[in-house]
């Protein structure tokens, strides 16, 4: 079973910047293999897709975050990346870490999700 730990949440001001990371208990063999993704859920809302990076590099960002949130990976440390920057209120949430094996024909195999690490953007 591959577990997914996150760090780098906490309390920021607005227009502030922070960088989640996530590393797999994965071989890099198998982690860079996987779609990464970053999800986020906000008190009594859905949780909502915030960006993805695939096995070859290509990135996606929701609308809220795009141009202001950049997905990365880095194989040889089985870890994804999320920079924040220029952060606002209605960004607070939990912000999960997701990977999975994603074929061609848009079937998924293998999931794994992350705890969780907690954003909070106030004044």
């Known amino acids: 079973q591959v577990q997914l730990v996150e760090s780098g949440g906490g309390l920021v001001q607005p227009g502030e910047s922070l960088r989640l990371a996530c590393t797999a208990s994965e071989t890099e063999r198998f982690f860079k293999e996987y779609t990464l993704r970053w999800y986020r859920q906000a008190p009594e809302k859905q949780r909502e897709l915030v960006a993805s990076i695939t096995n070859y590099g290509s990135t996606e960002y929701a609308a809220s975050v795009k141009g202001r949130f950049t997905i990365s990976r880095d194989n040889s440390k089985t870890s994804v990346y999320l920079q924040m920057n220029n952060l606002k209120p209605e960004d607070t949430a939990v912000y999960y870490c997701?990977?999975?094996?994603?074929?061609?024909?848009?079937?998924?195999?293998?999931?794994?999700w992350g705890t969780g690490t907690p954003v909070t953007v106030s004044s």
């Open positions: 997701y990977a999975a094996d994603i074929y061609n024909d848009g079937s998924v195999g293998m999931q794994y």
